[in-house]
């Protein structure tokens, strides 16, 4: 069913792991893509490619989204593009882990710029064009480590918690507007992030989940796209667990 026919949708790393399951979901049910990347200019053009082959219209705009320069160019080249925005996917993220007493002020500050600034300039961006169509959708990837916390990523726990404090206030701020704001949790999900976690965090989170396997990033992305789509119409401010039952 094509519930995003005509609609323009937005994700922010969205050439990789989740982000581009996220984009190929949203395109096998009829959305319009701008996807966002930061370096790997093959991997847009490829899968710009793939959805293309899909029917779908789709291009991939290069920005740095911990610059505020870059958010707005992206959202802009979004609207030129396509007149409109009607979905926000906040993806983009990255890992730079290391025990607290270890951890570098640089990868404190690159995983905070990334994943909650980030978060902040596109829907500063994106949100201003929402508020004026009197009607959208942004969803934020979080993760289960900024509700629980993990050893070795107190950056990348400490950015996630801030992103579930940025959806709630967002939610509240936009619904007058139209506009609604959840979050999603992801748990550990096979992807070349997760890839690179040693063997012990690996063990710890396998340990944990009820359902017994890890996930995958298409099990993200059918929340994310139900999450945008009139089915979850009175849903706002919410942050959904996709983790196996890592949290129950």
Request: proline fraction near 1%; include cysteine.
């Amino acid at each position: 069913m094509l519930m995003f026919k005509d609609q323009v949708v937005l994700v922010t790393g969205g050439t990789r792991g989740i982000g581009r399951a996220i984009s190929l979901e949203f395109a096998g049910k009829g959305a319009k893509l701008v996807v966002n990347y930061t370096s790997s200019e093959e991997k847009a053009k490829a899968l710009v490619e793939e959805l293309e082959a899909m029917g779908c219209e789709a291009i991939a705009v290069q920005a740095d989204i911990s610059k505020a320069e870059d958010a707005e160019r992206l959202t802009s080249e979004a609207v030129k593009k396509f007149g409109r925005i009607d979905v926000l996917v906040n993806n983009a993220g990255i890992t730079k882990d290391n025990l607290l007493i270890r951890m570098k002020e640089a990868d404190w500050d690159d995983v905070m710029n990334v994943n909650l600034k980030g978060t902040f300039l596109m829907s500063k961006a994106v949100g201003k064009l929402m508020l004026k169509q009197r009607s959208g959708v942004m969803v934020n990837l979080t993760s289960v480590v900024g509700i629980m916390g993990n050893a070795g990523q107190a950056n990348y726990s400490a950015s996630k918690a801030g992103v579930i404090g940025l959806t709630k206030s967002l939610a509240r701020e936009f619904a007058s507007r139209g506009v609604r704001v959840n979050a999603v949790a992801p748990g550990y999900i096979l992807t070349d992030m997760t890839s690179v976690l040693n063997e012990d965090a690996i063990a710890n989170f396998a340990s944990q989940i009820p359902l017994g396997r890890a996930g995958t990033p298409e099990d993200v992305a059918k929340v994310v796209c139900f999450l945008s789509s009139q089915d979850s119409a009175y849903m706002t401010g919410q942050v959904i667990h996709v983790d196996g039952g890592m949290l129950i």
